[in-house]
C-alpha cells in the first residue's frame, strides 16, 4: 500500500535554512518541489556532478554540476524577523484565506 503525499508546507521561492546534512545552516531559493518524493531543490546547494553524454547534434558531453534534491524534513522556511529557519503552521484568516504562519511568534509567513 502506498503512503499519502506529504503534507508540504513550502512553496517554490521560499527562502528556507538546512538544518541537516553537509550544507547544514546554509540559506537558500526553494527551486522545485517534489511531493511524491518529499524532497527539494534548493539554489546552489548540494551541489552534485553528472556525466553527461553527447547527442553528436546540440548537447555536448561532458560532467555537468546541477543542484541535488534535499529533502523536506531538512529545512525550515526562514522569517524575516526572526531571520533563521523557523516551524510553520497554517491559520485561516477572517477573510477564509489560509496562510501560515510562525509557530513561535504568530508572524504572518506568506504575502498577503
Known sequence: MKRAPYKLHLKKDDIVQV???KEKGKKGKVLAI???EERLTIEKLNIVKRHTKGDGKSRQSGIVEKEGKIHISNVLMVSDKVGKGVRTKLK???DGKRVRVC???GDV????
Open 103 to 105: 509557530a513561535k511568534t
Open 92 to 94: 485561516k484568516l477572517e
Open 109 to 112: 509567513l506568506d504575502k498577503v
Open 19 to 21: 538544518i541537516a546534512g
Open 34 to 36: 517534489f511531493p511524491a
